[in-house]
């Protein structure tokens, strides 16, 4: 079956460390999106790619990074420039109009 | 600049009562509006989306919206409440001019059924 899988599920950082969260999707979809979540706030939009080698900041870019060098893969780097990265965080792709498809999300916690 | 609304961070109903969910958006331009569903530490889940045909959208596990635009608002119904309803429900909206399909969501709105 298509999808999306997002890893690890769950991740742990430490103070000052760079770390990398997966995302692959077989559905062939053109764009993708990471978003954030905490509690109380909704889902906040981090970086967004339309297409292979193009993307676009979100409302909460700073502190992250991306790449979109595949069709199927949208990583994202939290930076030690995050302060505050413990959070849930939420790929999704797009086949328009039709609504998003979430992966099941990575937790990063700060230890 | 668009924006969501849900109305009520928190809401309770027992088994087999009606659920509604309140969400109003703010729009220049014609909307797309979703409602998801998230159930802990997983992913969110589609439940029904209005891309401007019929004002009244019909979804997965029973659940309904009806568009109307002159309230700007876009309510989730389920005539019944079964206890594998409770969960976290997300409305959100998307610019349907731009070509960009960001969608801004609301803060969401957590359902208990209680037995």
């Known amino acids: 079956d298509g999808g999306i899988t997002q890893s690890p599920k769950y991740l742990f950082r430490k103070e000052g460390q760079n770390v990398t969260l997966s995302c692959e999707q077989n559905l062939n979809h053109d764009a993708m999106y990471w978003y954030r979540q905490d509690p109380g706030q909704g889902l906040r939009l981090i970086y967004y790619?339309?297409?292979?080698?193009?993307?676009q900041k979100g409302d909460i870019a700073e502190g992250y990074s991306v790449s979109r060098e595949k069709k199927e893969s949208f990583p994202l780097t939290v930076t030690s420039a995050q302060k505050n990265p413990t959070a849930f965080y939420l790929c999704?792709?797009?086949?328009?109009?039709?609504?998003?498809?979430f992966g099941s999300g990575t937790r990063l916690t700060v230890v | 600049a668009q924006s969501v609304t849900q109305l009520g961070s928190h809401v309770s109903v027992s088994e087999g009562a009606l659920v509604l969910l309140r969400c109003n958006y703010s729009?220049?331009?014609?909307?797309?509006l979703f409602w998801y569903v998230q159930y802990p530490n997983q992913g969110l889940q589609l439940l029904l989306k209005y891309t401007s045909a019929a004002t009244l959208v019909k979804g997965i596990n029973g659940f309904e919206a009806e568009f109307k635009k002159s309230e700007t608002s876009f309510h989730l119904t389920k005539p019944s409440a079964h206890m594998s309803d409770a969960a976290e429900y997300f409305c959100?909206?998307?610019?349907?001019?731009?070509?960009?399909?960001?969608?801004?969501f609301g803060t969401g709105t957590r359902l208990k059924v209680l037995a």
């Open positions: 999704a792709s797009l086949n328009p109009p039709r609504g998003y498809t």
């Open positions: 790619s339309q297409i292979v080698n193009d993307f």
């Open positions: 729009s220049s331009v014609p909307p797309y």
């Open positions: 959100a909206v998307s610019d349907s001019t731009s070509g960009t399909y960001k969608y801004i």
